[in-house]
């Protein structure tokens, strides 16, 4: 069985590590670290191991405006619909919290996330040139919350 709850203190070197195996990006772990503490963080934890299997980190922007800055899940983990379950989560938390709108950006390359959001109902809006350290654009999707 799998919960989705919010990051506790002790799971942070956990996200850390998901964070660094699993997305493309360089991850600072000190500032990765400092978000988990004060942005809108859920985990995803396998009960039965108290597992962190994924995550999802998001914050408001502007006033009507959350924007998710990582979503994870471990490789072992992937399409049981645990993505789904993080971003239905964060939505949740960031509509409680006055947002009506929620974005994002993803690697140009990145197929499957650029899928995954497609049928999460998120459209493309936007391209931001040369966003990653790589030089790899980033595609900025959005959708209503």
Known sequence: MMVVEPVRATDIENVVRLASGTLRADVDPEELAGRLTCDCCMVARDVATDTIIGFALARREVPCEGHVLALAVD???????????????????????????????????????????????????????????????????????
């Open 75 to 145: 490789q072992a983990w992937r399409g049981e619909g645990i993505g789904s379950a993080l971003l239905s989560r964060v939505r949740s938390e960031l509509r409680r919290d006055g947002a009506m709108h929620l974005c994002l950006e993803v690697r140009a390359s990145n197929r499957s996330a650029v899928a995954f959001y497609q049928r999460h109902g998120f459209h493309p809006e936007g391209l931001q040139e040369h966003a990653y350290a790589d030089g790899e654009d980033a595609v900025r999707f959005g959708r209503p919350i």
